[in-house]
């Protein structure tokens, strides 16, 4: 479940507003990628409750596996995001800088290397 994310100032919050949607696109495609290669099969569903969210529901055989999209987006935009913080409420977050460039918009390069990386590893750590 996605835990809504606190923003130190009005400077991360825009960061974040800049980031959010590229990531979510980039998440998306790079999911697209690795099924093509693997034996899962994905499907995407809305989540209303307890937060509303997006969830990736990846099926192989008798295993079934639950991804939240935010979390994903989430680990993309902030710095050493906790997955699945045991927090309740809120997480204090850091944008991950290095995703923008010396103009402060989205480095796409650095967007794209970070998103294929953490996606690549949600697919790695499926169980055999």
């Known amino acids: 479940m ?3 994310p606190e923003f130190k100032n009005m400077t991360a919050w825009n960061q974040a507003e800049l980031l959010m949607q ?3 696109l980039r998440v998306i495609d790079n999911i697209r990628k690795q099924l093509e ?3 899962w099969k994905g499907t995407y569903q809305d989540i209303q409750s307890p937060i509303p969210g997006y969830q990736l529901c990846l099926q192989r055989q008798n295993a079934t596996v639950n991804v939240d999209i935010w ?3 989430y680990q ?3 710095r ?3 997955l699945n913080s045991t927090e309740t409420e809120s997480q204090t977050v850091e944008i991950d800088t290095s995703l923008l460039d010396e103009t402060g918009d989205v480095d796409w390069q650095c967007l794209e290397a970070k998103t294929r990386q953490l996606v690549q590893q949600v697919f790695a750590n499926l169980p055999l």
Request: glycine residues 0%.
């Open 37 to 39: 290669t693997s034996d």
């Open 22 to 24: 590229p990531a979510f």
């Open 71 to 73: 979390e994903l987006c």
């Open 80 to 82: 050493n995001y906790q």
């Open 76 to 78: 993309v935009c902030f």
């Open 2 to 4: 996605s835990m809504k």
